[in-house]
């Protein structure tokens, strides 16, 4: 099903989905939902699943999943566990009528879950605490753009950043490269401390830092990364700053 884009201002849009078999459910929890992101004054767009199947064909980004537990076939725990194995991260909360279920939650790092009918001061109150971990998290990772589509990466994760024809390759702590259009001066806004720009086609994370040699940065993923030389005089306290620091 297509997804509803909700309007409401703010920041980074947060990307929701809801699968549930039950439509009156669905619809209830979709209102509840874009009336607590409206009071938040934040965009939102909202994708409908009936099915654990339907969901997991789905390739998009989800930042909040609600995933009902009974469902007919494939069931949301069996759901949530194949969704984990794909390495989905987003927040999962799960929605049950069955309070037991929710001990295997912890299984699939579910956020918390909602006993139907689900109260309205019961899903506010899961929500603020959901909205507080946003928010905390997001100060801690780099929302990357990529068309229309976004995906937060966690700022450790990243060992340095490359800038080849105006595109930004992150290359992580995993092997994986993820590349970008945008700007390195407007990346190095977006970081803290732990990165230094050693060169002006690199960034480096000095978590990641192993070594400094013959003005080269040794990173522990065994990848070397040029100081130039107008970097290098100021590289060793640079360095030493970060190691009070942490």
Sequence with gaps: MPAAKVVFGGSALI???????????SDHIRTLVS??????????????????EELLSYNGQIDILFLDIQMKDMDGMETARRLRADKFRGFLVFITVLKEMVFQSFEVQAYDYLVKPVDDKQFEKTMDRLYASMQNASEDSLLVQKGYEG???????????????RKIYLNLASGEVVDYYERIENLETKLDNRFYRC?????????????????????????????????????????LQYMKNI
């Design 15 to 25: 990307r929701i989905a809801i699968c549930d078999d039950e439509k009156y459910m």
């Design 35 to 52: 009336d607590f992101f409206r009071k938040k004054n934040r965009e939102i767009s909202l994708r409908m699943f009936s099915s654990g």
């Design 151 to 165: 995906r937060i990466i966690p700022k450790d994760e990243i060992v340095f950043c490359e800038i080849i024809d």
């Design 199 to 239: 060169h002006r086609s690199y960034l480096i994370n000095l978590k990641h830092l192993k070594g400094y040699k013959n003005g080269t940065a040794c990173m522990d993923n065994g990848k070397e990364i040029p100081v130039s030389r107008l970097r290098s005089k100021e590289f060793s306290g640079v360095v």
